[in-house]
């Protein structure tokens, strides 16, 4: 069982960054690939970043390619999120999950993971 708790978030104005940590318990937390979603009010939740276990693979989605990169340190359980460049359509409860079947690669179908925290709001203000 991993228990995940993401922080980080809050309110920043349009072009500017924020970055989200996502702590992980046990002790097995390199085995485990880690992916980025968020969600919108009355919107679907979305694929954001990915990261391998080892974290040598990372994927974005379209929308953030270019000023979102995901990031982990293994020696403390963490997995970050670093937000550049914030658009207020960047404004949803962002949510860190983790998949303990796949390690090696990343990760981008929500269903494909087992654990999830409980998200942090961020907000992008124009």
């Known amino acids: 069982q991993v228990q995940l708790v993401e922080s980080g978030g809050g309110l920043v104005q349009a072009g500017g960054s924020l970055r989200l940590s996502c702590a992980a318990s046990g002790r097995t937390f390199s085995s485990y690939a880690m992916g980025w979603f968020r969600q919108a009010p009355g919107k679907e939740r979305e694929f954001v970043a990915a990261?391998?276990?080892?974290?040598?693979?990372?994927f974005y989605a379209d929308s953030v390619k270019g000023r979102f990169t995901i990031s982990r340190d293994n020696t403390k359980n963490t997995v970050y999120l670093q937000m550049n460049s914030l658009k207020p359509e960047d404004t949803a409860i962002y949510s860190c999950?983790?998949?303990?079947?796949?390690?090696?690669?990343?990760?981008?179908?929500?269903?494909?993971?087992?654990?999830w925290g409980q998200g942090t709001q961020v907000t992008v203000s124009s």
């Open positions: 999950a983790a998949d303990r079947r796949y390690s090696s690669v990343v990760v981008t179908t929500a269903n494909d993971y087992d654990y």
């Open positions: 990261i391998s276990g080892g974290g040598r693979s990372t």
